[in-house]
C-alpha cells in the first residue's frame, strides 16, 4: 500500500533529544523529505535526505536513513518549546511520479 | 520574498455548493501541487500542474478540477461538496532543480 507510518505523540522535555520515526513504503523512492507543521500554518521544509545517504546533519537536525529497513528518523537536539509542532515524514518516489506521500504526523509535546 | 499565497484563508459552504480556491506559487517557481489535509491526517495529493497542464493527479474524484494560469497561478475546483471535503486545503509550489515544496498556510474548507 502507500500507508507511510508515523507515532502519532511523542513528549520531552526542554533541552532533551527528540527522535521521530517513520516508515515508508517504497525502496525506490528517491527523496525523503521532513516537514513541519505549526497550528493554523502550512508545511515547513526541515530536511531532506537522498536515498544514496545514510545521514544527514544540519544544526540541531540529524537525519538516518535505513533503506533495508525502509526506516527514516529524525533527531533534534537541545529540543526547545518552539519545536512543539506536527512533524511529517514524506517520500518522492521514483521518477515518472511527482506527488509526495505523507505520514500521518507525529506531534511533538516539548515540556518546559 | 513572498512565499505560497492562498486565498482564501476560510470558508464555510454549504452542501452541493462549488468552491474556488486560489494559489499564487513562490516568485520562481513554475509548479503547483494541491493537497488535501483532512484533520489529524497527513497531506493527501490531489494533482499537479506544471506549464498550465494537470501533469499528474491523485485518486481524487472528477468533481476536482483545477486549472493553471500564463503566471503560474493556480485555482482549485470542488463541485458538488460533500461533507467530507470539509478540509485544509495546501497549495505547494516548486522549480525544477530545487528540491522539496514550499507550501502555503492553507484554505479551511467546511462543508454544512
Known amino acids: 500500500g502507500e500507508d507511510v507510518e508515523q507515532s502519532l505523540f511523542l513528549s520531552v522535555r526542554e533541552g532533551d533529544s527528540s527522535v521521530i520515526n517513520c516508515t515508508y513504503t517504497?525502496?525506490?523512492?528517491?527523496?525523503l523529505y521532513w516537514y513541519k507543521q505549526e497550528p493554523g500554518a502550512g508545511l515547513q521544509l526541515l530536511t531532506y535526505?537522498?536515498?544514496?545517504?545514510d545521514m544527514k546533519q544540519d544544526q540541531r537536525l540529524t537525519v538516518l536513513l535505513n533503506k533495508k529497513d525502509k526506516h527514516l528518523s529524525l533527531r533534534i537536539a537541545d529540543t526547545q518549546t518552539g519545536d512543539s509542532a506536527i512533524y511529517f515524514c514524506a517520500e518522492k518516489r521514483d521518477s515518472g511520479t511527482y506527488k509526495y506521500i505523507f505520514g500521518t504526523g507525529t506531534r511533538l509535546k516539548v515540556l518546559a | 520574498d513572498a512565499g505560497v499565497t492562498q486565498s482564501p484563508t476560510h470558508l464555510i459552504k454549504t452542501r452541493g455548493q462549488q468552491v474556488t480556491l486560489r494559489c499564487s506559487p513562490k516568485s520562481g517557481h513554475d509548479t503547483v501541487s494541491w493537497y488535501q489535509q483532512a484533520l489529524g491526517q497527513g497531506p493527501q495529493f490531489i494533482f499537479q500542474y506544471y506549464e498550465e497542464e494537470e501533469r499528474q493527479r491523485g485518486n481524487f474524484p472528477d468533481r476536482f478540477s483545477g486549472h493553471q494560469f500564463p503566471n503560474y497561478s493556480s485555482e482549485l475546483n470542488v463541485n458538488a461538496l460533500l461533507l467530507g471535503d470539509s478540509a485544509l486545503y495546501l497549495c505547494?509550489?516548486?522549480?525544477?532543480?530545487?528540491?522539496?515544496?514550499?507550501f502555503g498556510s492553507g484554505t479551511r474548507l467546511t462543508v454544512v
Open positions: 535526505i537522498f536515498s544514496n545517504m
Open positions: 517504497d525502496s525506490s523512492s528517491t527523496y
Open positions: 505547494a509550489s516548486s522549480f525544477e532543480g530545487v528540491v522539496g515544496y514550499t
